[in-house]
């Protein structure tokens, strides 16, 4: 069977290869469609790929803006591209996300995101909570859908350091609660930095990763600017760093807005870490009940923060989790989804 993944985005997100490898390992011959051609991009680069089956995980790489003053041509286009890539290869997606982030309010967004659902044989969701959203949002059929774990994401890192050792390498003597990843509006931050201005707890937040743009990272700063106990490094983590802060994280703080899967809670709950996660990010399954996951409500943070920190990471206790969403298994219950639609 020959499956081509598109876009390629595996240069910023890791999931894409780990499961392209599985895959391959169990005789799946995976190829990326890497280049993007001009005027029908996704169309013109299936055909240059013949392929039994195309597995679409982020279609908005086909109608992105761009700001070259095409951006409308690419909303446009989008679903005549989509059906011409097609016509003759079926089509799987994975939702990663309901929305690309921070765009749900852009009308054509929709439109090309249902398109993709409806055109789809099957979908692959992270969590059966997905589903009902899904189908909530873009009508589409349930049936379609296929829970498939997200994959163990702390593949590629060593075990984590031990808690006192990391934070002293990092300078820092109070326990850490940590923020990490991409700093976005969505994830919540301004919240946080409230608190720990109106609370002043005596813990560190620590919000570590690459701003989305130079002025919201400037905002976050005049924002923490004065508050005790606040540490920002907008910067981008290579994974030694991301490695030290997780091991140095007393708990890993989630304050999303709104949210449809969480590759950095998936990450954390592979390390052991006890988890902070509001009650309203209902799409994203970490095993629950389970002793290092805390949901809060946005009154109860404080409480749910002192409860975490009372508990201590256990890399041991994630053993289960990295078993149970192993790329092994991830791949199998892909392939059974291939055959399925082939």
Not at 249 to 263: D, K, L, M, P, T
């Amino acid at each position: 069977m020959k499956v081509l993944f598109a876009p390629d985005w595996r240069r910023g997100i890791s999931y894409q290869q780990l499961l392209a490898q599985a895959l391959e390992d169990l005789g799946t011959n995976v190829e990326f469609l890497s280049e993007y051609r001009r005027l029908l991009p996704f169309a013109r680069g299936v055909h240059s790929h013949p392929s039994d089956l195309i597995h679409l995980h982020w279609p908005e790489a086909y109608f992105d803006p761009r700001q070259d003053g095409l951006d409308l041509l690419r909303r446009a286009r989008f679903r005549l591209d989509l059906l011409l890539g097609t016509r003759s290869v079926p089509l799987v997606a994975t939702a990663h996300n309901l929305f690309p982030h921070d765009r749900s309010d852009q009308w054509f967004v929709r439109a090309n995101i249902r398109a993709v659902l409806v055109r789809a044989k099957r979908i692959m969701v992270h969590s059966a909570g997905s589903i009902p959203l899904l189908e909530s949002t873009f009508g589409i059929a349930g049936e379609k859908c296929r829970v498939i774990p997200q994959g163990n994401l702390s593949v590629g890192f060593p075990p984590p350091l031990p808690v006192n050792e990391a934070a002293q390498i990092l300078g820092i003597t109070k326990p850490i609660g940590l923020m990490f990843g991409l700093v976005k509006p969505y994830k919540g931050i301004e919240g946080m930095i409230e608190h720990w201005r109106i609370k002043q707890p005596d813990a560190v937040l620590a919000i570590v990763g690459k701003a989305e743009s130079a002025e919201y990272g400037e905002k976050l700063k005049a924002l923490a600017s004065g508050v005790p106990n606040i540490i920002t490094r907008f910067e981008f983590l290579p994974t030694e760093q991301l490695h030290l802060w997780l091991s140095a994280a007393r708990c890993v703080i989630f304050n999303y807005a709104s949210i449809f899967n969480s590759g950095g809670a998936w990450l954390a709950r592979s390390f052991g870490i006890p988890i902070l996660l509001p009650v309203r990010a209902t799409t994203v399954d970490l095993d629950e009940p389970h002793p290092l996951v805390i949901r809060f409500e946005e009154d109860s943070f404080e409480r749910s923060f002192i409860q975490a920190l009372a508990k201590q990471p256990d890399f041991q206790m994630g053993a289960e989790w990295r078993a149970r969403t192993s790329w092994e298994n991830v791949a199998k219950v892909t392939l059974q989804v291939y055959q399925e639609v082939l």
